[in-house]
T-cell receptor
Framework: GAVVSQHPSRVICKSGTSVKIECRSL??????MFWYRQFPKQSLMLMATSNEGSKATYEQGVEKDKFLINHASLTLSTLTVTSAHPEDSSFYIC???????????FGPGTRLTVT | AQSVTQLDSHVSVSEGTPVLLRCNYSSSYSPSLFWYVQHPNKGLQLLLKYTSAATLVKGINGFEAEFKKSETSFHLTKPSAHMSDAAEYFC?????????????FGGGTRVLVKP
């Protein structure tokens, strides 16, 4: 149990376009999901907390208009990188906690490359 | 506030020898502590967690960690390294045992296992 999936696993897009990344909890409902960004050989940086049915909470320094988060159902959160630029290229990972557990389970990640 | 320091960015061991990954934390609360492993281009997998029930915690794949409050440490060990243990390891702290808490990540320790 407690499986989190992400789609796509890899995506290449052109500069100026938008790309959507999906995060799904496959066998549990998650009122809260988290989105992280990881640069090569670095640790994970929390970008935002995604709350089902309400606005996401963004960490300081993360542009909410650039990284749009939608958590429309208890099993799906999406991250849309708008007007992507090469510096947005990174590994994006989501996580969720199956209630009543508090430990987080992570998705396999999405490698975004902006050309 | 909470923070996590992984004292070694890289650890190199020979196959069959012990592995020690060091982690120190600070937290204003009675924290929950985790160790996660990440293989290249993959998401994070939970190795073990400390929840205040026992100070010596056994995890998957032969790993264990000992919580030492007096030293604010949560070091990860394995008696005999295997080639498949080569990966990045993250020590993580959560302020409490509640779902939806933000995690704070250490900088990571990259483990190299030599044949």
């Amino acid at each position: 149990g407690a499986v989190v999936s992400q789609h796509p696993s890899r995506v290449i897009c052109k500069s100026g376009t938008s790309v959507k990344i999906e995060c799904r909890s496959l066998d549990f409902q998650a009122t809260t999901m988290f989105w992280y960004r990881q640069f090569p050989k670095q640790s994970l940086m929390l970008m935002a907390t995604s709350n089902e049915g309400s606005k996401a909470t963004y960490e300081q320094g993360v542009e909410k208009d650039k990284f749009l988060i939608n958590h429309a159902s208890l099993t799906l959160s999406t991250l849309t990188v708008t007007s992507a630029h090469p510096e947005d290229s990174s590994f994006y990972i989501c996580s969720a906690s199956p209630p009543p557990s508090y430990e987080q389970y992570f998705g396999p990640g999405t490698r975004l490359t902006v050309t | 506030a909470q923070s996590v320091t992984q004292l070694d960015s890289h650890v190199s061991v020979s196959e069959g020898t012990p592995v020690l990954l060091r982690c120190n934390y600070s937290s204003s609360y009675s924290p929950s502590l985790f160790w996660y492993v990440q293989h290249p281009n993959k998401g994070l997998q939970l190795l073990l967690k400390y929840t205040s029930a026992a100070t010596l915690v056994k995890g998957i794949n032969g790993f264990e960690a000992e919580f030492k409050k007096s030293e604010t440490s949560f070091h990860l060990t394995k008696p005999s390294a295997h080639m498949s243990d080569a990966a990045e390891y993250f020590c993580v702290v959560s302020p409490s045992k509640a779902a939806g808490n933000k995690l704070t990540f250490g900088g990571g320790t990259r483990v190299l296992v030599k044949p």
